[in-house]
């Protein structure tokens, strides 16, 4: 069974950094791409950064220039450094992985969540 395993959230002072991982694990193949999206309170889930498996990158707008997005394919995990953190980044981060293929079939997966708060 595929699961993905985030860490890294916290709290942070405004101008602050963090670092997140997500590890996807259970009989992957592949992974098509892997990503961020969050959602803040009262807000819709948006994407954050997404890293496609040829080897190319997307961002929102929002945090393009402060935030990178890198994938190790071998171990199937994404990251994603947050520099100069803004109150607005506050909220629940999820990593994404799409077009998970396995044995059984080839679908999109989603993690828990963790939870990023930037204080002012």
């Known amino acids: 069974q595929v699961q993905l395993v985030e860490s890294g959230g916290g709290l942070v002072q405004a101008g602050g950094s963090l670092r997140l991982s997500c590890a996807a694990s259970?009989?992957?193949?592949?992974?098509?791409?892997m990503g961020w999206y969050r959602q803040a309170p009262g807000k819709e889930r948006e994407l954050v950064a997404v890293?496609?498996?040829?080897?190319?990158?997307n961002y929102a707008d929002s945090v393009k220039g402060r935030f990178t997005i890198a994938r190790d394919n071998a171990k199937s995990t994404v990251y994603l450094q947050m520099n100069n953190l803004k109150p607005e980044d506050t909220g629940v981060y999820y990593c994404?992985?799409?077009?998970?293929?396995?044995?059984?079939?080839?679908?999109?997966?989603w993690g828990k969540g963790t939870l990023v708060t930037v204080s002012s």
């Open positions: 994404n992985a799409g077009g998970v293929r396995t044995l059984f079939n080839t679908r999109d997966y």
């Open positions: 259970g009989g992957i193949f592949s992974i098509n791409t």
């Open positions: 890293a496609i498996s040829g080897g190319s990158t």
